[in-house]
């Protein structure tokens, strides 16, 4: 009788399935992940730059983050971005979902937060 040595053809192409499907889902999430880590950037260079300041409107903020959005290639949209002015600054509350095709009819849905004071 001979010993087996090694993996079997079928464990194989099970090996190579489970890397293809984990890679489909990295190649899913990593875009919505990038484009959160550049929101993040866009904030904190609002808030270095002073562009929005506890003065700014809360139209103008709006157009502020539509054009560095724009500008940056983010695939977000600023409908859920709540801005609301106080006595000596400006909030932005921001919860938005990012839905990206998995495979077939599955998808895969980022929900991400963001809370910024501007002084």
Do not use: C
């Not at 484009?35 to 260079?45: A, G």
């Not at 730059?49 to 003065?55: F, P, Y």
């Not at 502020?64 to 500008?71: D, Q, T």
């Amino acid at each position: 009788m001979k010993k087996q040595a090694g993996m079997s053809f079928y464990s194989v192409i099970m090996v190579l399935v489970m890397v293809g499907v984990l890679a489909k889902a990295a190649i899913a999430v990593m875009p919505m992940y990038w484009d959160d880590r550049m929101l993040q950037q866009v904030l904190d260079t609002l808030h270095s730059s002073k562009t929005i300041t506890a003065t700014t409107s809360v139209k103008e903020v709006h157009k502020v983050m539509a054009a560095r959005i724009s500008s940056n290639n983010l695939n977000i949209t600023i409908d859920d971005m709540v801005v609301m002015r106080t006595k000596g600054a400006v909030t932005i509350d921001w919860t938005y979902e990012v839905k990206e095709h998995f495979m077939g009819n599955l998808y895969v849905i980022g929900q991400f937060t963001h809370h910024e004071e501007f002084q």
